[in-house]
């Protein structure tokens, strides 16, 4: 299993906490923003004398809920087509695993979210990458690089919309293109939509289960964790209209036995969050990312596209190694007491030797805290060797 990008310089950052150092952390996307209180006092309200186990797919109220949610945002779908899953990981997890065999082939645009490998790893699953680029901002690249890289063994195309890590936004265009791919090769498509809401500048997300035609290849992998600020709860959702993978999906959840309790009663409340709440946070969202974007792109030598969603961005810097960087970072370097953690981008690529200059950024802290990581960036590439 490969290591995590976001999470393997942990020991780093310890050491640098109990040597007195405040660490900036921009590794991971944990944002600060408060989970909405309707959650928090579901939670706290649940007297129920017996924590017991729930369905395999998760509670049939919960489901039967969540299909009004989806909705709203244009995607038509009933309980029977939708698997409550231990966060958005497992949910990929089930997905891959009901499609793919080992051997087998999934294509997908890098940079690309980190654990995608190590899910396709613990199935000896290969990934094809179509490599994007930070000169023009990650677009897609185009449409005949992805039928170049079909062959027999093939089984499906990757993508997150929004992207994380690099913020990019898919088109409805682009998502059309995609999907004649798809239909011409007979392949699934896996779509990572956990950052639906967080879109910017006037822009609209695209789900691709509200595409006609497409419905026995889609399949969108979900979380309550962003939407909501709560990580921790762990639970996600499998959504397809497809109902042999979810037939198949159904065994790898009974094998688990049923997703958490009290996650599932937190995540049903978290559908009553007004949509105040949403338009706050993105609000804020927007003024964390012009204020990070702006801040460094004005450091010599950095390069920072603007995100059209989700709350990463990928920088390039005027180094020559980010793993041994971002490690020197926290081991050697202090600027006022503080450091910066950061993801190393060479994680988040499938094709070696990519992703050697760049970082993941997550603009999940106040803002106060973003301009003191770019003061601390700033200083810290004057004196890296």
């Known amino acids: 299993m490969p290591a995590s990008p976001i999470r393997k310089l942990v020991p ?3 050491a640098a906490k109990k040597a007195g150092k405040k660490v900036i952390h921009l590794n991971i996307g944990q944002p600060d923003i ?4 309707v959650v928090r006092d579901a939670v706290k309200n649940f007297e129920y004398k017996v924590l017991s186990y729930l369905n395999s797919e998760g509670s049939e109220s919960y489901r ?7 909705k709203s945002v244009g995607v038509d779908v009933n309980a029977s087509e939708i698997m409550v899953t231990t966060g958005g990981s497992e949910a990929l997890f089930f997905g891959m695993f ?9 294509i997908i645009p890098e940079p690309f979210y980190a654990n995608y490998n190590g899910f396709a790893t613990s199935g000896n699953i290969k990934i094809v990458p179509i490599t994007s680029s930070i000169e023009n901002g990650f677009a897609l690249p185009p449409m005949e690089d992805f039928e170049k890289k079909i062959g027999p063994k093939t089984k499906a195309i990757l993508i997150c919309n929004p ?8 088109s409805k265009e682009e998502l059309e293109t995609l999907k004649a791919i798809v239909l011409k090769h007979d392949l699934f498509i896996f779509v990572d939509e956990v950052y639906r809401e967080f879109v910017y500048d006037g822009k609209k997300h695209t789900s691709i289960l509200s595409l006609e035609g497409i419905e026995n290849h889609a399949i969108v992998i979900d979380s309550i964790s962003k939407r909501y600020s709560a990580c921790g709860a762990r639970l996600g959702a499998l959504v397809t209209k497809n109902k042999e993978v979810v ?3 159904m065994k790898f959840a009974q094998a688990r036995l049923s997703p958490p309790t009290y996650s599932e009663v937190a995540a049903e409340a978290a559908l009553d969050t007004p949509q105040s709440y949403f338009d706050e946070v993105i609000h804020e969202y927007i003024e964390r990312r012009n204020m990070m974007v702006e801040g460094l792109n004005k450091i010599e030598g950095v390069t920072c596209p603007n995100p059209g969603g989700a709350f990463y961005a990928m920088v390039k810097l005027p180094i020559d190694d980010s793993d041994l960087f ?3 970072m926290l081991y050697e370097f202090e600027h006022k007491v503080s450091t910066v953690m950061m993801a190393p981008a060479t994680g988040f690529y499938a094709t070696p030797g990519l992703g050697k200059q760049e970082v993941r950024i997550a ?4 803002k106060e805290e973003l301009q003191e990581a770019i003061e601390c960036l700033a200083v810290a590439l004057k004196q890296y060797k």
């Open 12 to 14: 780093y950052a310890t």
């Open 363 to 366: 603009y999940v802290l106040k």
């Open 163 to 170: 992207n994380n890590p690099t913020g990019y936004l898919y």
């Open 34 to 37: 408060e989970t909405p209180k």
């Open 98 to 106: 009901s499609c793919l065999d080992a051997g087998d082939e999934v």
């Open 326 to 328: 971002c490690q020197w």
């Open 247 to 249: 037939q198949t999906a």
């Open 64 to 70: 039967t809920k969540l299909t009004e949610y989806y």
